[in-house]
């Protein structure tokens, strides 16, 4: 079954953190702002813990709970698996979902390991000629700004693309006293700010330029090898990168720099990329990020400079669904976009994008990057 019944689309959601909370939110909204072929319906939030659960269900507005995430992906109530648990599960529920026929959206990164990615999207193309549906939720594609910048870009408005410079920022884990958390151990969330951070600007600058990172070169750090665990009694050793840095080229020879830490002390969520062309450069930053800015070469010299385009009208990507101009979009309208374009490709049968390919190739560039940094920084190719 590919499609619930009486015009609804099932979702089980598995998760109920940051994660669990942001999708709930967008999957309650996007049928009342955008014209959607099926509504979907908050059906199962899976989760271990049954009075947690329950008590995430209440607060967000699903039905019913299930603690076995096996019941859920085979529930007949449930259409859609939403995974957003930590990356050493992504793996295993998205191949029994797939496999028991029901469409996935899985958080990034995709998976711990390019093997488990390789595995992941070998199920999703096999289901794929079952008319099942499979995305990966690089949200930050779905900022209209982001969304419109691809447009230029792909209108030739830049011209040849020279220069992509990414930053993703945060800060949470600047105090050396910040405890444990399953983002810091290696087996359940596989890297550290390179896989939380990273990904998104490897698949935000990618889907930007159009064109695919060929190798890189980098070096990561552990600033703070040990915390105290959950508990506050005892100490534990953090097991990822607190941060990477690397420099790549794309395949049509643009060079490009990629910031990813947590140790950025004033950056709360400092996602920026600039790319610059033969004709014209781009910025964005999406603490600001209803803007973007635009210096357009094809300016006489006397007026040229970057200008901010205000990327709130309802001609832009997604915003004519929301407020009049001017009227601001925040950090929960990306997900909201990213349930509607996944919504209405499984109803029209299009495959929607990032795929787990998509997924699975980004996974190699973190690969690419962690054995590079191994390896003194050697330039380390990324299989094709
Ligand atoms: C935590 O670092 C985090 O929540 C990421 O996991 C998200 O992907 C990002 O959007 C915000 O920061």
Known sequence: MTEGSG?????????????GAVHSH?????????????????AVLGGRDLARTKAA???????????DWRELVNSPDVQ?????????????????????????????PLANTVEEAEAMTAAAEAAKERGVRSMVAFNYRRVPAVAYARKLIEAGRLGEIRHVRALYLQ??????????????????????????????IVDATQYLV????????????????????????????????DAAVFI?????????????????????????????????????????????????GANGAEEAGFRRILVTEDTHPYVGAWWPPGHLLGYEHTFTHE???????????????????????????????????ANGSAWTEIQA
């Not at 967008?26 to 908050?42: C, I, K, N, Y």
């Not at 269900?57 to 603690?67: D, H």
């Not at 349930?339 to 390919?357: E, K």
Request: charged residues 20%.
């Open 7 to 19: 015009g609804r689309i099932g979702v089980g959601m598995v998760g109920h953190a940051f994660m």
């Open 26 to 42: 967008a999957w309650r909204t996007a049928h009342r702002f955008f014209d959607l072929p099926v509504t979907p319906e908050l």
């Open 57 to 67: 269900a209440a607060k967000f507005g699903w039905t019913s709970v299930q603690t």
């Open 80 to 108: 859609i698996v939403d995974i957003c648990t930590p990356g050493d599960t992504h793996c295993e529920i998205a191949i029994a979902a797939l496999a028991a026929g029901k469409h996935v959206m899985c958080e990034k």
């Open 171 to 200: 800060d949470w884990l600047s105090d050396e006293n910040a405890p444990m958390t399953w983002r810091l151990r290696k087996e359940t969330a596989g890297s550290g700010a390179l896989g939380d951070l990273g990904a998104h």
């Open 210 to 241: 159009g064109d695919l990172l060929s190798g890189v070169s980098a070096i990561t750090n552990t600033f703070v090898t040990k915390r105290p665990d959950e508990s506050g009694e005892q100490v534990d050793d953090v097991t990822v990168d």
């Open 248 to 296: 790549g080229r794309f395949g049509n020879g643009a060079l490009a720099t990629y910031e990813a830490t947590r140790f950025a002390l004033g950056r709360k969520n400092g996602m920026s990329v600039e790319i610059n062309g033969s004709l014209g450069s781009l910025k964005f930053e999406f603490e600001s990020m209803n803007e973007l800015w635009f210096f357009d």
């Open 339 to 373: 349930v509607v374009d996944f919504v209405r490709a499984i109803h029209t049968g299009i495959d929607p994008a990032p795929s787990f390919a998509d997924g699975l190739q980004v996974q190699r560039v973190l690969g690419a990057v962690e054995s590079s940094a």
